[in-house]
């Protein structure tokens, strides 16, 4: 954990990939016990996922599963057997949390759904993240990250830039997953802080499509009031808010306010450019952009980064540098907030990964754990408090159970 | 038995722009009271923005509505010594305060943690400000597409082979409001168990980067700078949008096994190419994914979105329109799930909103975003008892302005 905040809540996980148990890592980063259920067979689908430990691809090694499932313990079960079922009612019934991001069709064929569920833990919040939500027509469509993406709407106006010859690009990584694993996260919170003064469950449906949608405010205010549809050819009508080459790599210059511009040329060593009647307003600026923008890319190429960064900073404009994940990890700024964190693990040593990004004034922040191995704590769960004995162990890995 | 979860928390919002607003707008389907502070001295700029038919309806446009919709507002001077005596009342009655401000702000005005602390001593103080409220950095300023720069998310972004872009929806801004609200939320459960209030900091650039862990350990681990993969993916192919019958429109399509190929395949009538060695299996397939793609366009061009989907997603094959904000507002799941919700604003008119991204049997039935002081009589008069005469005086003086 990173901090000691729901001391005591306990969280059963059954997800897969990036959703449920980014969901789960939220919970756990607050000090919730979550126990991860994997399949006996092979593990979480991220434990497949690059990148890899030195590109050599092991269950163990991908820095994306060991980045979700820090701070949690890990136990193999196979819901499909008898015996399996049997196990998990037990883990639920003694659960204030259950967490998932299986398709609806497959819970309801393992008896996990809501319904049941509520009947062995009347008090349980259960909490299923999937692509299209629990209802509707496209509830048991196949989807991943990049569909999510697209349906959600983000895919038709990014980029910015664009022509619109070339197909609509989705945000890098996963990162829509992650919002929705975010989100849930907040919902589970708030049904937390329920539960505990009222004693009652629910039922929270979480849609990956949703979550997108919620970075739309100005795709929809632009559609109710003015009939605009945002398509990637937006920026057409805003300058400068562009992304703009200098010595060293990259700065993002992307501003809302006059003044802020108006501070910019005098960073650039021109204040004349503001009284230029062709730059007088972003329109305008937007409009002759073809002629502006080598005027200012002379200028940002004799700088680096790091200088254009911290000039209009130190002169409020808020400009930004371009940053590689290799500059990210020098960030000073990060490092006095102590963001980055190492975990030790004694086969490969320490590796570093993000933090979180909140800070709490009356909780000591404490040391994450590295995420379990596969079927790390099957003898801590299913001996140490569920009262099966090792032998029992052997005989459902021998069944399949494990 | 249906009461939402935060009945009866009450909470006072310094928010402007997004990322406050949207933490106001969730915690209001949450059933809190969430109350705006605001003064025509310096207005949310997404108040004005002129994004309406009718500029002139003056201070409820754009998406000022879309995120503030369910809260309460009212105008209070904090630079004036009444409206700073007023604003310590209502911090005495109320659970939790939330802004977006710049770090400086509230302790600029005479009320930071430890004021407020002793005000209320178990009051939840939640910041967001752009990079944090310590470090070397904490004063800097920083729109969506900034923190997306500085993140490290931008650098990956784009096209393959081609220069980083800033990105259409700015998604860096809703992922700080939903960071708050794990702090926020996260220190209430806190309170309830110790009685404990606390100031709770939130950096919305670390935010983004724990979001983009991929890109992260790639360098730790491997000393390597992602590339921009546009909708690549490191082992799906296909996995790209194809161009569509129609103007812009375009379908997006992933198999991720050999079996959802062949199925693929078939609905596209097992073309001769399909079977070349070069698409033969997924290592096959990521290689010569250009080519594949330009292929695959070649068949989806003459079908609409809605049909590719159907005939994919029939045999079970990840696929769906890339939608336009049109076409996703009136596609059937979409309204069969009631994500969007028309509003008629009394002075806005027609306003689409949208709910938090769940559903739940608790969520509260809330008003369209509230008029600039709308809720003035309530909070000064109800809640906090000022007389009319008061009130009518504070107006004079400009603290209720």
């Given at each position: 954990?990173?901090?000691?905040?729901?001391?005591g809540?306990?969280?059963i996980?059954?997800?897969?990939?990036?959703?449920?148990?980014?969901c789960a890592?939220?919970?756990a980063?607050?000090?919730?016990e979550?126990?991860?259920?994997?399949?006996?067979?092979c593990?979480?689908?991220s434990?497949?996922?690059?990148p890899?430990?030195?590109?050599i691809?092991s269950?163990?090694n991908s820095?994306?599963?060991?980045?979700?499932?820090?701070n949690?313990?890990?136990?193999?079960?196979?819901?499909?057997?008898?015996?399996?079922?049997?196990?998990?009612?037990?883990?639920?019934?003694?659960?204030?949390?259950?967490?998932?991001?299986?398709?609806?069709?497959?819970?309801?064929?393992?008896?996990?759904?809501?319904s049941p569920?509520?009947?062995?833990?009347p008090?349980i919040i259960m909490?299923?993240?999937?692509?299209?939500?629990?209802t509707g027509?496209?509830?048991?469509?196949?989807?991943c990250?990049l569909i999510?993406?697209?349906m959600?709407?983000?895919?038709?106006?990014?980029?910015?830039?664009g022509?619109?010859?070339?197909?609509?690009?989705?945000?890098?990584?996963?990162?829509?997953?992650?919002q929705?694993?975010?989100s849930?996260?907040v919902?589970?919170l708030?049904?937390?802080f329920r539960?505990?003064?009222?004693?009652?469950?629910?039922?929270?449906d979480?849609?990956?499509?949703?979550?997108?949608?919620?970075n739309?405010?100005?795709?929809?205010?632009r559609?109710?009031?003015?009939?605009?549809i945002?398509a990637?050819?937006?920026?057409?009508?805003?300058a400068?808010?562009?992304?703009?080459?200098?010595k060293?790599?990259?700065?993002?210059?992307?501003?809302?306010?006059?003044?802020?511009w108006r501070?910019?040329?005098?960073?650039?060593?021109?204040p004349e450019?503001?009284?230029?009647?062709?730059?007088?307003?972003?329109?305008?600026?937007?409009?002759y952009?073809?002629a502006?923008k080598?005027?200012?890319?002379?200028?940002?190429?004799?700088y680096?980064e790091?200088?254009?960064?911290r000039?209009?900073q130190?002169?409020t404009v808020p400009?930004g540098a371009?940053?590689?994940?290799?500059?990210v990890?020098q960030d000073k700024?990060?490092?006095?907030?102590?963001?980055?964190?190492?975990?030790?693990?004694?086969?490969?040593g320490k590796?570093?990964?993000?933090?979180?990004p909140?800070?709490?004034s009356?909780?000591?922040?404490?040391?994450?754990?590295a995420?379990p191995?596969?079927?790390?704590?099957n003898?801590?769960?299913?001996?140490?408090?569920?009262g099966y004995?090792?032998?029992?162990?052997v005989?459902f890995?021998?069944?399949?159970?494990i | 038995?249906?009461?939402?979860?935060l009945?009866?928390?009450?909470?006072?919002?310094f928010?402007?722009?997004?990322?406050?607003?949207?933490?106001?707008g969730?915690?209001?389907?949450?059933?809190?009271?969430?109350?705006?502070?605001?003064?025509?001295?310096?207005?949310d700029?997404q108040?004005?923005?002129?994004?309406?038919?009718?500029?002139?309806?003056?201070v409820?446009?754009g998406?000022f509505?879309?995120t503030?919709?369910?809260?309460k507002?009212?105008?209070?001077?904090l630079?004036?010594?009444?409206?700073?005596e007023i604003?310590?009342k209502?911090?005495?009655?109320s659970?939790v305060?939330?802004?977006?401000?710049?770090p400086r702000?509230?302790?600029?005005?005479g009320i930071?943690?430890?004021v407020?602390?002793?005000?209320?001593?178990d009051?939840?103080?939640?910041?967001?400000?752009?990079f944090?409220s310590?470090?070397?950095?904490?004063?800097?300023?920083?729109?969506?597409?900034?923190l997306?720069?500085?993140g490290?998310?931008?650098?990956?972004?784009?096209?393959?082979?081609?220069?980083?872009?800033?990105?259409?929806?700015?998604p860096?801004?809703?992922?700080?409001?939903?960071?708050?609200?794990v702090?926020?939320?996260a220190?209430?459960n806190?309170?309830?168990?110790?009685?404990k209030g606390q100031?709770?900091d939130?950096?919305?650039?670390e935010g983004v980067t724990?979001?983009?862990?991929e890109v992260?350990?790639e360098?730790?681990?491997n000393g390597r700078?992602?590339?921009r993969?546009?909708?690549?993916?490191?082992?799906?192919?296909?996995?790209?949008?194809?161009?569509c019958?129609?103007?812009?429109?375009?379908?997006a399509?992933?198999?991720?096994?050999?079996a959802?190929?062949?199925?693929?395949?078939?609905i596209?009538?097992?073309?001769?190419?399909?079977?070349?060695?070069?698409?033969?299996?997924q290592?096959?397939r990521w290689?010569?994914?250009d080519?594949l793609?330009?292929?695959?366009?070649g068949?989806?061009?003459?079908?609409t979105h809605y049909?590719?989907?159907q005939?994919?997603?029939?045999?079970?094959?990840?696929?769906?329109?890339?939608?336009?904000?049109e076409e996703?507002?009136?596609?059937?799941h979409?309204?069969?799930?009631?994500?969007?919700?028309?509003q008629?604003?009394?002075?806005a008119?027609?306003t689409?909103?949208?709910?938090?991204?769940?559903?739940?049997?608790l969520?509260?039935?809330?008003?369209?975003?509230?008029?600039?002081?709308e809720?003035?009589?309530?909070?000064?008069?109800?809640?906090?008892?000022i007389?009319?005469k008061e009130?009518?005086?504070?107006?004079?003086?400009?603290?209720?302005?």
């Amino acid at each position: 954990m990173f901090y000691k905040v729901l001391d005591g809540l306990k969280v059963i996980e059954y997800g897969n990939f990036i959703s449920a148990p980014f969901c789960a890592k939220i919970l756990a980063d607050l000090g919730a016990e979550v126990i991860k259920i994997e399949e006996p067979c092979c593990g979480d689908d991220s434990r497949r996922q690059a990148p890899f430990l030195n590109d050599i691809p092991s269950l163990e090694n991908s820095g994306l599963f060991q980045y979700l499932n820090m701070n949690k313990l890990g136990i193999t079960l196979n819901p499909a057997s008898a015996t399996g079922t049997k196990i998990f009612s037990e883990l639920l019934k003694s659960a204030d949390v259950f967490l998932e991001n299986n398709s609806p069709e497959k819970m309801k064929k393992l008896k996990l759904s809501y319904s049941p569920i509520k009947q062995i833990n009347p008090r349980i919040i259960m909490t299923s993240i999937t692509p299209f939500g629990q209802t509707g027509p496209y509830k048991n469509y196949e989807s991943c990250e990049l569909i999510s993406a697209h349906m959600g709407g983000v895919g038709y106006i990014s980029m910015r830039e664009g022509d619109i010859s070339k197909e609509p690009i989705k945000l890098p990584a996963h990162l829509f997953s992650f919002q929705a694993g975010l989100s849930a996260a907040v919902a589970t919170l708030s049904s937390i802080f329920r539960q505990t003064t009222t004693g009652l469950g629910e039922q929270l449906d979480v849609s990956e499509q949703e979550s997108v949608i919620q970075n739309l405010n100005s795709s929809i205010a632009r559609y109710a009031y003015a009939g605009q549809i945002m398509a990637r050819t937006d920026a057409a009508g805003h300058a400068p808010f562009h992304i703009l080459p200098c010595k060293d790599g990259f700065v993002c210059a992307a501003f809302v306010e006059e003044a802020e511009w108006r501070r910019f040329v005098e960073v650039m060593g021109h204040p004349e450019w503001a009284d230029n009647e062709l730059f007088k307003d972003f329109a305008s600026r937007a409009k002759y952009w073809d002629a502006l923008k080598p005027l200012i890319i002379e200028w940002t190429m004799q700088y680096t980064e790091e200088e254009i960064y911290r000039r209009s900073q130190e002169n409020t404009v808020p400009l930004g540098a371009v940053r590689t994940a290799h500059q990210v990890l020098q960030d000073k700024q990060m490092a006095a907030r102590q963001f980055f964190v190492d975990i030790n693990r004694k086969d490969t040593g320490k590796w570093t990964f993000p933090g979180v990004p909140y800070r709490f004034s009356e909780i000591q922040r404490e040391k994450p754990v590295a995420a379990p191995l596969l079927g790390q704590h099957n003898e801590e769960i299913y001996c140490g408090r569920m009262g099966y004995t090792r032998g029992d162990l052997v005989r459902f890995k021998e069944a399949g159970v494990i | 038995m249906s009461t939402p979860s935060l009945k009866g928390i009450r909470v006072i919002a310094f928010t402007w722009v997004w990322a406050g607003p949207w933490m106001g707008g969730v915690l209001a389907d949450m059933g809190a009271e969430v109350i705006k502070i605001e003064t025509r001295q310096r207005l949310d700029s997404q108040r004005v923005v002129k994004i309406t038919k009718n500029p002139e309806q003056g201070v409820n446009q754009g998406q000022f509505n879309v995120t503030n919709r369910g809260i309460k507002s009212i105008t209070l001077n904090l630079k004036q010594p009444k409206g700073l005596e007023i604003i310590k009342k209502l911090v005495k009655i109320s659970d939790v305060i939330i802004t977006n401000f710049a770090p400086r702000a509230l302790p600029g005005w005479g009320i930071g943690y430890d004021v407020l602390k002793e005000i209320k001593p178990d009051i939840i103080l939640v910041t967001l400000p752009a990079f944090g409220s310590t470090g070397p950095d904490k004063d800097y300023l920083s729109y969506g597409s900034t923190l997306e720069a500085v993140g490290g998310l931008s650098s990956s972004f784009g096209y393959p082979g081609e220069t980083p872009v800033i990105s259409g929806p700015y998604p860096s801004d809703p992922i700080g409001s939903m960071y708050g609200l794990v702090g926020l939320l996260a220190a209430l459960n806190y309170r309830n168990r110790t009685g404990k209030g606390q100031h709770v900091d939130i950096a919305q650039n670390e935010g983004v980067t724990s979001l983009i862990p991929e890109v992260i350990m790639e360098e730790v681990m491997n000393g390597r700078t992602r590339p921009r993969m546009g909708n690549r993916d490191e082992i799906m192919a296909p996995h790209s949008c194809y161009p569509c019958k129609g103007h812009d429109k375009w379908v997006a399509i992933a198999v991720d096994t050999d079996a959802k190929w062949h199925a693929f395949c078939r609905i596209m009538g097992d073309p001769e190419w399909s079977k070349d060695e070069k698409f033969s299996d997924q290592y096959h397939r990521w290689q010569n994914q250009d080519e594949l793609n330009k292929l695959i366009g070649g068949w989806t061009k003459d079908f609409t979105h809605y049909q590719v989907m159907q005939q994919l997603q029939k045999v079970r094959v990840a696929a769906g329109p890339s939608f336009n904000i049109e076409e996703l507002v009136n596609d059937p799941h979409v309204k069969n799930r009631s994500i969007f919700i028309e509003q008629n604003h009394p002075v806005a008119g027609k306003t689409i909103v949208y709910r938090s991204p769940w559903k739940s049997a608790l969520t509260a039935k809330n008003p369209p975003a509230p008029c600039l002081g709308e809720n003035n009589s309530y909070v000064f008069k109800e809640l906090l008892g000022i007389s009319d005469k008061e009130i009518a005086e504070l107006i004079e003086t400009k603290v209720i302005y």
